[in-house]
């Protein structure tokens, strides 16, 4: 998956991150808080099938691409030019984002998740504290698990996706809308 600013010419290719062992004396050692989410709101420019792109208009003017896997972009599809979407991803370095999902609020009734991450997710969820998400002792958790294509509605304040085997705290608030898990972080 590719991020870049049109006109920039500059692309960031971006990998996935490899497991590595650790030692039992480091696994002691608390480790980094994962770096925080952060959103893109904007509107749906375009979407070249054949790039695998999908170009935003942010709010604040800037207009962005993101590629994306194949079956991602077969959702984005969906939607037209000028519908409202928000992109959610991670800043892991200076010069890489990892997209968590593109969302498109007020297109449901309820907030669907679609899972189209190439395999199954957790998904839980929970209740937001003072308006906000990640609150320490927030309350009861909701889990499911989400298959390849399949939807999950959630109906608490906040959520998160981890991949099969780990977990998350709910740290993105919920909204109104289909939502396209793209990579979901433990």
Request: glycine share 18%; hydrophobic share 40%; proline share 7%.
């Given at each position: 998956m590719r991020w870049y600013r049109s006109g920039s010419g500059v692309a960031v290719l971006l990998?996935?991150?490899?497991?590595?062992?650790?030692s039992?004396?480091?696994?002691?050692?608390p480790a980094d808080p994962p770096p925080p989410y952060k959103s893109v709101y904007g509107k749906l420019s375009s979407l070249d099938k054949s790039r695998n792109?999908?170009?935003?208009?942010?709010?604040?003017?800037?207009?962005?691409?993101?590629?994306?896997?194949?079956?991602v972009i077969a959702e984005v599809a969906r939607f037209k030019p000028g519908d409202a979407m928000i992109v959610i991803y991670r800043q892991v370095s200076p010069n890489e984002k990892r997209v968590t999902a593109v969302a498109f609020p007020g297109s449901a009734s309820t907030a669907?998740?679609?899972?189209?991450?190439?395999?199954?997710?957790?998904?839980?969820?929970?209740?937001?504290?003072?308006?906000?998400?990640?609150?320490?002792?927030?309350?009861?958790v909701t889990e499911s698990t989400i298959?390849?294509?399949?939807?999950?509605e959630v109906a608490e304040g906040c959520w998160c996706c981890a991949p099969p085997?780990?977990?998350?705290t709910p740290g993105n608030t919920t909204g109104l809308g289909r939502a396209l898990l793209v990579q979901c972080f433990k």
């Open positions: 990998g996935l991150f490899l497991g590595t062992p650790t039992r004396a480091a696994a002691q050692v792109t999908v170009v935003m208009k942010s709010n604040a003017g800037e207009r962005l691409a993101w590629r994306f896997e194949a079956g669907l998740y679609v899972n189209t991450t190439g395999s199954r997710v957790l998904m839980r969820s929970g209740p937001a504290v003072g308006g906000a998400c990640g609150q320490p002792n927030a309350g009861p298959p390849d294509g399949g939807i999950a085997g780990e977990t998350c």
